[in-house]
């Protein structure tokens, strides 16, 4: 089992896209990094834990929202990151804070039956 961190945002058909990379893996922890209105409207079978953003922010401060908001919740030295929804600030914001947490990753999309890594 790993971590999964996953942006959950906007992009047509990307919550989707989420939701089966989720059911696809009994995931340790998942982590879904998301505006009010998703916190608001997104739901799953499986635990996750919400880390909310303002996403118009610029990137450096969306960077040390969610390091702040992941710090000392991660056991693991990687994590499976899944960028399929949201744009490039959140993206980038996303990669620096896991980074910055010192954490090695792994990216992963949901496959035709299994998460498959990239």
């Not at 998942?30 to 799953?44: A, D, Q, S, W």
């Not at 899944?82 to 980038?92: D, F, I, K, R, Y």
């Amino acid at each position: 089992m790993a971590t999964l961190i996953a942006c959950l945002s906007t992009g047509k058909g990307t919550w989707g896209h989420v939701s089966r990379l989720i059911a696809q893996e009994d995931w340790e922890r998942i982590f879904l990094v998301m505006n009010g209105f998703g916190k608001e409207k997104y739901t799953n079978d499986k635990p996750f834990e919400a880390v909310v953003i303002d996403n118009n922010k610029p990137a450096d401060e969306l960077a040390r929202d969610i390091k702040s908001s992941l710090e000392g919740r991660i056991n693991d030295t990687e994590v499976a990151l899944n960028l399929v929804s949201g744009g490039g600030n959140e993206h980038m914001a996303l990669l620096s804070a896991v980074l910055r947490l010192g954490l090695g990753v792994r990216l992963v999309v949901a496959g035709e039956e299994r998460m498959e890594e990239l």
